[in-house]
């Protein structure tokens, strides 16, 4: 059983900067690919950002040029550098593991993300 831990969400000020981290208990390049996701109140979980076991990545529309998804080795985490925060992006985020497999896809418990204006 892959376990998922998110941390770094809090409350930031518009403007401000926050950075997530997701450490997994299976070897990170393992997954055929990883993502954030976040769901505000009333609204659908959505795709934040994402990245490939080869490293490629994606992100919505809404944080291009602001959020960086990344990989590190070294703590077995992907992190999420989130910068330039709008209130709009207030939400839980949450970290996921696509196995690419049968196995399916793993979440984690999710981080309170909150932009004050």
């Known amino acids: 059983q892959v376990q998922l831990v998110e941390s770094g969400g809090g409350l930031v000020q518009a403007g401000g900067s926050l950075r997530l981290s997701c450490a997994a208990s299976?070897?990170?390049?393992?997954?055929?690919?990883m993502g954030w996701y976040r769901q505000a109140p009333g609204k659908q979980r959505e795709l934040v950002a994402g990245?490939?076991?080869?490293?490629?990545?994606n992100y919505a529309d809404s944080v291009k040029g602001r959020f960086a998804i990344f990989r590190d080795v070294t703590k077995n985490t992907v992190n999420l550098q989130m910068n330039g925060l709008k209130p709009e992006d207030t939400a839980v985020y949450y970290c996921?593991?696509?196995?690419?497999?049968?196995?399916?896809?793993?979440w984690g418990q999710g981080t309170q993300v909150t932009v004050s204006s």
């Open positions: 996921n593991a696509d196995t690419g497999s049968r196995l399916g896809e793993y």
């Open positions: 990245i490939t076991r080869s490293g490629s990545t």
């Open positions: 299976g070897r990170i390049f393992s997954f055929n690919a």
